[in-house]
């Protein structure tokens, strides 16, 4: 199993990013896809996540209306496109796949935004 993320860096505030988490190794389209993230010092949050079909989507507060989550199950991707990037949203930023009780995590991605 192998869950590879790419698309993290630097970025000015009000700038864009695009994540990307491609998936190997297990039914992707059978699984639940989230965008976790942690700032230093705080807990890790669910950031977005979609479900199998691709139509049922659901995001945090802070990001709704900013932050887009999309998959492409041809692919075995997950993507999170952000928007109207903030200094609040620099983190480590975390794909995770579940279904039932299994779970896998990708690697982590920094996100660094500047003000």
């Known amino acids: 199993v192998q869950l590879v993320v790419t698309g993290g860096g630097l970025v000015q505030a009000g700038g864009s990013l695009r994540l990307s988490c491609s998936a190997s190794?297990?039914?992707?389209?059978?699984?639940?896809m989230t965008w976790y993230r942690q700032a230093p010092g705080k807990e890790r949050e669910l950031v977005a996540r979609?479900?199998?079909?691709?139509?049922?989507?659901s995001y945090a507060d802070s990001v709704k209306g900013r932050f887009t989550i999309s998959r492409d199950n041809h692919k075995n991707t997950v993507y999170l496109q952000m928007n109207n990037l903030k200094p609040e949203d620099s983190a480590v930023y975390y794909c995770?796949?579940?279904?039932?009780?299994?779970?896998?995590w990708g690697q982590g991605t920094q996100v660094t935004v500047s003000s």
């Open positions: 979609i479900f199998p079909g691709g139509g049922t989507t």
């Open positions: 995770n796949a579940m279904w039932f009780a299994n779970r896998y």
């Open positions: 190794g297990f039914p992707f389209s059978a699984y639940n």
